[in-house]
Antibody, heavy 121, light 110 residues
């Protein structure tokens, strides 16, 4: 059974940093791209970042480019999202999602339960 | 403001057929596959349709997808109360080199 378990969310001050983790199980982790997708309270889904199965390519939404960094450790079946220079508008539930392909396509067949990041002073 | 647009709301009565549309451009829907997600109140999104018209195992055949040019549609036949949810289309955008989601359509079953 595929499982994705996010952790690391919480309250952080504007300008601060936080690192999210997503532990995966139930599939060959390195064979699939992974993405982070966020949802602000009462709003729609926004794709944030994605990483190829091998980790060789990373992709970012314009709204987070230069502030967020995605990485993965295929020996630990875990993907990370380092979030720096956080702003109030980054407040959202962050979902980890498994792609159906080795490359990032936005075609995500499994999702974690989400972790809430609140940026506030 | 997403580059892929959906109507904010749709509604129908049980048993009806409802269509949710998704409109884009040549750099996204026009040249890439479209996927649909269902988000029930509370839980994480669930993949409903991939590659324009393919259903993952376990998704009822009441749900179907299609694509034509720079638009795509999700059709729900035989609408049920349990179908009340938010529906999102998604695709790759060649100009952005990133996936994009539509703004979402809130489906109400009356």
């Amino acid at each position: 059974e595929v499982q994705l378990v996010e952790s690391g969310g919480g309250l952080v001050q504007p300008g601060g940093s936080i690192r999210l983790s997503c532990a995966a199980s139930g599939f060959i982790f390195s064979d699939y791209a992974m993405s982070w997708v966020r949802q602000a309270p009462g709003r729609g889904l926004e794709w944030v970042s994605g990483i190829r199965g091998s980790g060789s390519s990373t992709y970012y939404a314009g709204s987070v480019k230069g502030r967020f960094t995605i990485s993965r450790d295929n020996s630990k079946d875990t993907v990370y999202l380092q979030m720096n220079s956080l702003r109030a508008e980054d407040t959202a539930t962050y979902y980890c999602a498994k792609d159906r392909h080795l490359g990032v396509t936005g075609e995500s067949d499994y999702w974690g339960q989400g972790t809430l990041v609140t940026v506030s002073s | 403001q997403s580059v892929v647009t959906q109507p904010p709301s749709a509604s129908g009565t049980p048993g009806q057929r409802v269509t949710v549309s998704c409109s884009g451009s040549t750099s996204n829907i026009g040249s890439n596959s479209v996927h649909w997600y269902q988000q029930l109140p509370g839980p994480a999104p669930k993949l409903l349709i991939f590659s324009n018209n393919q259903r993952p195992s376990g998704v009822p055949d009441r749900f179907s997808g299609s694509k034509s040019g720079t638009s795509a549609s999700l059709v729900i036949s035989g609408l049920q109360f349990e179908d009340e949810a938010d529906y999102y289309c998604a695709t790759w955008d060649d100009s952005l080199s990133a996936p994009v989601f539509g703004g979402g359509t809130k489906l109400t079953v009356l």
